[in-house]
RNA sequence: GGUCUGGUAGUUCAGUUGGUUAGAAUGCCGGCCUGUCACGCCGGAGGUCGCGAGUUCGAGUCUCGUCCAGACCGCCA
């Protein structure tokens, strides 16, 4: 037996127990006459204690372990002299008898604590090293908690969850697909699902009314902190349900886990938005509302004096940062080159200072009348003592550079706290995007998304200003989630199919099976897909989805331990009928 | 595809207008130490300054290219 209890286990009442451990060696610290050594599993940390005086043979053993040296013990249960109250198990440590060095370990490149110094670029190439560490063990049974209860509500919510596809059959809309080449129908390949949207309403069509699953997604797409190629989606959709059935049931989900995980209980209904109003007021279809500093539009008050950009500006805009008026003169440039970064792109910035004596000072003074200042101040709601900042420009350019300058301000101040968390829920989602390159409009959200039935009639005269039955979930800015209710009538889908611009032809040819399904009686539905990468990230405090996921790829989609992608061999590719036009360099 | 930041000891980093033998901390190795828990003290080893050109009497430092890593924009729910 290699262990009767884990290094996490023994407290004050084992003390006399003989017990036998085993684990890796954290630290050795040799003391000359006596050595301690700390052992650990995943489930916590044991000091061993050796002394010359017991066995002078045995004591030199222990201090010729390396760390992360896998090692199993024999020994007693005693009660320390000196108690570690840090410790779980601080109160008691084991006098070795027996040492079995199980395995010696090389020198890990960085150390395996919680406070590592190991480099991003490292933890990812020794990622199994970096998993041994606390935070990111923690991580990972956050991860396996939040999974389990999440079946567990869906359950008692009367949810199957089914499995679908990992090969089906690629589409033209939305991310590009990760294809996988068929050895056996030479040419064609299969595509990893973007997500299973289309089985899932074919599951509807089935009658699994309540579906969900946990399930891996794949998006042939440039990476970000909170983007990685293959990630996990709660994938739900439900039968015989309106918009307000499905926001209902996934908003208690979402209190579920909430209150299971982290301990918080929202009293109140998760407030809604409409995505104007969100564009409107924070330049963003997912707003961190933890913090107000809604914008105030001044574009009819800002005009005529002589100031060409707010002249000539189809919009004008403002926060109001309370408190802020006296911020100096580096710190309002820091902000004026923080909105004129080229990912930003805002030209400039516009401050007015409202001082606590009542007199403005403002980078536009020599344009501007004391009176504008006030009407200004008026429109934001500014007092004595608050910083307006304003952007002017064409609008939807404006609004999204302000809502960059909002989050920036919301940081600096200290409002975008971790542990405190604000869900949100954006409808009325338009139904199509206009695409400028292609000269077509897009799905915004997928085909198959309803238009609200009020606005079906647009679709006919101004597709732009039609919105559709879809939102999203949003938690201190970060869109957690979103869905729609579908369209279930084969008439309109076919609408729909005509205004994104596919012929017939091309309809039938890649949704035809959904179309076909359709006339076998589909019953009204629809659903939502939550990121849980991103999901678990939020409850995790950390700020990259990569500190959620076992084995993540880096920045460029590599998986830096196994550096896959590789190449494959030619007689891989002849198998498969593939051609390369070039060989890669390395 | 683009913008920005970084690459120096095993690791995390510092390195002044371009100037002698490139430093610190930590880790590692050796010695001492019987109550440590980030043990302590003494000593030691450890460097192709990512790579390649260029400027210069002289490059870790300046220029160009390139590779790698990270953040973001485009892209993507």
Not at 351 to 373: P, Q, R
Not at 502 to 525: C, D, I, R, V, W
Request: with cysteine.
């Amino acid at each position: 037996m290699y262990r009767t209890h884990t290094c996490g286990k023994l407290r004050i009442t084992d003390v006399g127990s003989p017990v036998t451990l085993s684990g890796w060696v954290q630290r050795v610290r040799n003391l000359g006459g006596m050595t301690f050594v700390d052992l650990r599993d995943r489930y916590g940390i044991t000091q061993l204690v050796f002394n010359t005086e017991n066995d002078a043979g045995l004591c030199q053993e222990a201090r010729s372990l390396g760390r992360e040296y896998v090692i199993q013990v024999k020994g007693t249960v005693a009660e320390r002299s000196n108690k570690n109250s840090k410790m779980a198990t601080g109160d008691v440590e084991v006098l070795v008898q027996n040492l079995v060095v199980l395995n010696s370990s090389e020198l890990p490149p960085f150390t395996v604590e919680d406070d590592t110094d190991g480099g991003e670029e490292l933890r990812m190439k020794y990622r199994y090293l970096d998993l041994r560490r606390n935070p990111m063990r923690k991580n990972l049974e956050l991860r396996h908690k939040m999974a389990l209860e999440l079946r567990k509500f869906m359950d008692m919510q009367g949810f199957m969850e089914i499995e679908t596809p990992v090969l089906m059959k690629s589409t033209p809309e939305g991310a590009r697909d990760f294809v996988v080449p068929s050895r056996m129908n030479t040419g064609q390949f299969y595509a990893l699902p973007q997500s299973p949207q289309l089985f899932k309403q074919l599951l509807m069509v089935a009658g699994y009314d309540r579906y969900f699953q946990i399930v891996k997604c794949f998006r042939d797409e440039d990476l970000r902190a909170d983007r990685q190629p293959e990630f996990t989606q709660i994938d739900c959709e439900m039968a015989f349900v309106e918009q307000e059935d499905v926001l209902v049931t996934f908003e208690n989900m979402t209190k579920h886990l909430f209150k299971s995980l982290k301990g918080v209980t929202f009293e109140e209904d998760f407030p809604r938005m409409s995505y104007a109003d969100a564009i409107t007021y924070y330049g963003s279809d997912k707003p961190d509302i933890r913090f107000d500093m809604r914008f105030v539009e001044l574009t009819g008050n800002t005009s005529g004096k002589g100031f060409q950009v707010f002249d000539e500006a189809e919009y004008v805009g403002a926060i109001c940062v309370e408190g802020c008026a006296g911020y100096s003169r580096k710190e309002l440039d820091q902000l004026t080159d923080f909105v004129k970064r080229p990912q930003i792109g805002a030209k400039g910035m516009v401050y007015l200072k409202y001082n606590l004596d009542g007199t403005f000072k403002t980078s536009v003074d020599k344009f501007f009348e004391k009176e504008d200042f006030e009407t200004w101040a008026k429109a934001c709601g500014a007092r004595p003592g608050d910083l307006v900042l304003m952007l002017a420009g064409a609008k939807t350019k404006t609004l999204t550079a302000l809502g960059e300058l909002r989050l920036e301000m919301g940081t600096r101040l200290g409002f975008r706290d971790k542990t405190k968390f604000s869900p949100l829920w954006v409808v009325d989602f338009p139904l199509l995007e206009w695409d400028e390159d292609s000269q077509r409009f897009y799905a915004m959200h997928h085909p198959f998304t309803s238009p609200k039935l009020e606005d079906v009639a647009l679709l006919e005269t101004n597709p732009g200003e039609v919105r559709a039955n879809a939102y999203d979930l949003v938690i201190n800015g970060v869109e957690i989630g979103g869905g729609s209710i579908r369209i279930h009538n084969d008439e309109l889908q076919q609408k729909m199919f005509e205004v994104l611009g596919f012929t017939p032809e091309e309809a039938e040819s890649q949704f035809g099976f959904l179309m076909n399904a359709f006339k076998y009686g589909a019953p009204p539905h629809g659903g939502v897909a939550f990121g849980f990468d991103r999901w678990v990230a939020l409850f995790a405090g950390v700020d990259s989805i990569r500190e959620v996921i076992a084995f993540p790829k880096n920045n460029s989609g590599r998986d830096v331990m196994n550096d896959a992608p590789a190449a494959i061999s030619p007689a891989q590719l002849d198998e498969l009928s593939l051609e390369l036009k070039k060989r890669p360099g390395k």
